[in-house]
Nanobody, 124 residues
Framework: QVQLVESGGGLVQAGGSLRLSCAAS????????MGWFRQAPGKEREFVAG????????YYADSVKGRFTISRDNAKNTVYLQMNSLKPEDTARYYC?????????????????WGQGTQVTVSS
């Protein structure tokens, strides 16, 4: 099994920044892509960002392009999400997910393992 543990969430004012981390442990794979998703109360879980195994390919939701940056450190089995210029509409629980494939995808059902999430709240 794989354990994914997110951290770095919290309460921040609009315009502020947060950096989320997701550490993977347990079973290892030769290559895997990582994604960040979020879910607000009453809404479906949505794709935020994804990164390939080598880090050379990244995908972003239109709503976060130019504000969020996904990165990874394979030596530490950790993926990051730097979130700048945060808006109240970014308030959600953020989840990291692992896909046993070199490339990320946008759909939740393409991912094999999920973390428990970390809450991000942006006040206006």
């Amino acid at each position: 099994q794989v354990q994914l543990v997110e951290s770095g969430g919290g309460l921040v004012q609009a315009g502020g920044s947060l950096r989320l981390s997701c550490a993977a442990s347990g079973r290892t794979f030769s290559v895997y892509a990582m994604g960040w998703f979020r879910q607000a109360p009453g809404k479906e879980r949505e794709f935020v960002a994804g990164i390939s195994w080598g880090g050379g390919t990244t995908y972003y939701a239109d709503s976060v392009k130019g504000r969020f940056t996904i990165s990874r450190d394979n030596a530490k089995n950790t993926v990051y999400l730097q979130m700048n210029s945060l808006k109240p509409e970014d308030t959600a629980r953020y989840y990291c997910a692992l896909r046993i494939n070199s490339l990320p995808e946008f759909r939740t059902d393409e991912y094999d393992f999920w973390g428990q999430g970390t809450q991000v709240t942006v006040s206006s």
